[in-house]
């Protein structure tokens, strides 16, 4: 996961990846998304004293595709490409929590940007895409 500032009193959730690459915490076809688990840290203060929290946490957010096709996502402008098949639901977070907080979303040969205050109003998306 990427660093993060014990200056900015903050709420952020890490994604750690496991250091041996393949103790999975929930079923994945894909390794890439069965090897992290997500860590809330929260950066608060009391009086003149700095306090960071760490504590395990359910992903943020979850991708689920309710079609027939694979997606690919990502965080923009780049990281991590992760597939998505067919009525597969995956837990996200950010891989870089200070980063651009929008998802790219590939499906086909079509590509989509959602900036986070759309993927927020959690309405479900329709994507045209040509074939």
Known sequence: SCPFNI?????????????????PLHASPDPDLSTFYVVR???FQKGAVTYVSFDKSESPYYIENRTDAV???????M???YQVTARQTIPFAWDDPYGEKTLLLR?????????????KSRTPTTVKVKR
């Open 7 to 23: 200056d900015q009193i903050d709420d952020i959730h890490l994604k750690l990846i496991y250091s041996d690459g393949h103790t």
């Open 41 to 43: 840290v929260s950066v």
């Open 71 to 77: 997606i690919r996502i990502q965080q923009k402008p």
């Open 79 to 81: 990281g991590p490409t």
């Open 107 to 119: 499906i086909y040969d079509t590509l989509h940007e959602y900036p986070l205050n759309f993927i």
